[in-house]
């Protein structure tokens, strides 16, 4: 025999479903709340940023700061590594030191990740940034400038890795390296001789898949960012120039180069929980250069 309820029983009904899907509902914001503001959180981490001395080593370094990370700035000249440590411990409160390394040097870069352990115990964040950008006509490029430009970007990317990984990021079963390849390393140009900067950059951008495929297992992620034209002591001069900034216009959609601070969030997303499972991958930040 079928019952219906009264108007006050329906009513009391309704009230304790609507309370329980108002608690229900709390809960769920509750928990997306704190995903939101752990996502990105780096608070007590430790980041070697190398090249950190000026351009895009300096920004990320702020960026990863900005986040609660404790920084050790690599590059070769200490007065500069100094200020930008100093200038990041005031800024952001956390620690930050600047260590004098060049990365083409076995002995240097060991010393270097030997001190920064010694400093902070642990090393979570590896940006390997530091790079130059060899220019010369392919057909007369001299071998000194290809060996340059593969000692640094390329050599160098994979001994900073190897002695993090091997040092730190192995034995602590957790780690992420960022290598800062280049747009470069996806594309050929037809606007300026560079072949040795693509071939080198391209090795980075399959380094980086290489070591990922490598050391997923240990606990590693190891990624990419390709950048496109963005204004630092390194492009400023070719970056100026009227030619290339009309070059610029018609090969970028956007239209335009990047400015600063357009490349932190890339390397804040690579460096937190919030890329846990991003492995092997590269990020073009280039207004859409490759994209065409
Ligand atoms: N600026 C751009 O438009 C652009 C575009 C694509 C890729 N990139 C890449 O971004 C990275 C940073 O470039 P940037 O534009 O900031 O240039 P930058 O010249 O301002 O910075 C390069 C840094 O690397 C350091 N460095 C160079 N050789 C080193 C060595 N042997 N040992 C230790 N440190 C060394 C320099 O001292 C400097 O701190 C480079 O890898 C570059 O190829 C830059």
Redo the contacts with the bound molecule.
């Keep these: 025999m079928k019952k219906s309820l009264s108007k006050s029983q329906f009513i009391r009904l309704t009230n304790i479903m609507q309370n329980d899907m108002i608690k229900k509902h709390s809960k769920v914001l509750k928990r997306r709340k704190s995903m939101a503001k752990n996502y990105f959180d780096l608070t007590g981490q430790v980041a070697i940023v ?8 300096v920004q990320m370094a702020k960026a990863l700061a900005n986040q609660g990370c404790n920084i050790v700035a ?4 200490q007065n ?1 590594i100094d200020e930008v440590a100093a200038e990041i411990e005031k800024e952001y409160g956390v620690k930050a030191v600047g260590i004098r ?4 040097d076995t002995e240097s870069v060991e010393a270097a990740v030997d001190a920064a352990l010694k400093e902070f115990g642990r090393i979570n964040i590896l940006i390997n ?5 060899g220019v010369h006509p392919a057909e007369d490029m001299p071998d000194e400038t290809f060996e340059n430009e593969m000692n ?2 390329l050599f ?1 990317t994979f001994k900073v890795a190897r002695s993090v990984a091997k040092k730190a990021m192995i034995p602590a079963k957790y780690g992420r390296i960022i290598n ?5 390393g996806l594309v050929g140009n037809k606007i300026a001789p560079t072949a040795c ?1 693509h071939a080198a ?1 391209g090795g980075v951008v399959n380094l980086t898949r290489a070591l990922a495929a490598e050391w997923g297992e240990k606990g590693i992620n190891v990624n990419s960012i ?10 400023e001069e070719t ?1 100026n120039s009227e030619f290339f900034q009309n070059y610029a216009k018609t090969m970028i959609p956007l239209a335009r180069y ?1 400015n600063e601070g357009e490349l932190d969030s890339a390397a804040i997303f690579l460096a937190s929980p919030a890329s846990s499972y991003v492995n092997g991958q590269n990020i073009a930040v280039d207004g859409g250069y490759t994209c065409m």
Excluded: E, H
């Design positions: 190398t090249g950190a001395s000026t351009g895009l080593g690599l590059a070769r000249r500069l390394c060049d990365i083409t940034n530091a790079g130059t950008g640094i970007d160098g800062i390849a280049s747009m470069y900067y950059k390709c950048p496109g034209y963005f204004y630092t002591p390194l492009t970056l990047g």
